[in-house]
T-cell receptor, first 109, second 112 residues
Framework: GQQVMQIPQYQHVQEGEDFTTYCNSSTTLSNIQWYKQRPGGHPVFLIQLVKSGEVKKQKRLTFQFGEAKKNSSLHITATQTTDVGTYFC?????????FGAGTRLFVKA | DGGITQSPKYLFRKEGQNVTLSCEQNLNHDAMYWYRQDPGQGLRLIYYSQIVNDFQKGDIAEGYSVSREKKESFPLTVTSAQKNPTAFYLCATKTVGKGGYTFGSGTRLTVV
């Protein structure tokens, strides 16, 4: 079945460094959603990308959707300790959503 | 405040017991979902419901049951047939076709 692969699985950064997580699929993605889950918490919706090549920004976060709609990325500029958590992408084609396994971000002060 | 209330936050189950996890929403969303989260894995869909008195199996429905008698409520029962129930259970809602999921704060179920 369709899978959404996220890399890396873990990322350790020094505070102030940049961070990027990638979401890849062998098939065309419908819409991509990104979520953040703090340690011990629940996923929180960040954004949805719909169009090929779309780029959206939220403060220090930049979200991209690939031209072929087979990949997406989330980039955080100058990480802060408040950025710690797991970032999930999800393909929301039709009624069924497929979540990636997530990238866990650790930020060292 | 509009949102989703899941209870209990922590639940311990003995072998052979059925337990029911509560999920209540006041967002007036049509669709409700139950997801299971295991360490290092993505969310896996157990059951979902688009309207009252109707629900569909997700990818890992075996050993679970649900009901949707009211729009606001979507309880999940973990039966004794579920052999590995220890996990974090998340209830979610969304407006069909629009936006992202809103998740509850989850229930951590442990078999003792």
């Amino acid at each position: 079945g369709q899978q959404v692969m996220q890399i890396p699985q873990y990322q350790h950064v020094q505070e102030g460094e940049d961070f990027t997580t990638y979401c890849n699929s062998s098939t065309t993605l419908s819409n991509i959603q990104w979520y953040k889950q703090r340690p011990g918490g629940h996923p929180v919706f960040l954004i949805q990308l719909v169009k090929s090549g779309e780029v959206k920004k939220q403060k220090r976060l930049t979200f991209q959707f690939g031209e072929a709609k087979k990949n997406s990325s989330l980039h955080i500029t100058a990480t802060q300790t408040t950025d710690v958590g797991t970032y999930f992408c999800a393909d929301t084609g039709g009624f069924k959503t497929i979540f990636g396994a997530g990238t866990r971000l650790f930020v060292k002060a | 405040d509009g949102g989703i209330t899941q209870s209990p936050k922590y639940l311990f189950r003995k072998e052979g017991q059925n337990v029911t996890l509560s999920c209540e929403q006041n967002l007036n969303h049509d669709a409700m979902y139950w997801y299971r989260q295991d360490p290092g894995q993505g969310l896996r869909l157990i059951y979902y419901s688009q309207i009252v008195n109707d629900f569909q199996k997700g990818d890992i429905a075996e050993g679970y049951s649900v009901s949707r008698e009211k729009k606001e409520s979507f309880p999940l029962t973990v039966t004794s047939a579920q052999k590995n129930p220890t996990a974090f259970y998340l209830c979610a809602t969304k407006t069909v076709g629009k936006g992202g999921y809103t998740f509850g704060s989850g229930t951590r179920l442990t078999v003792v």
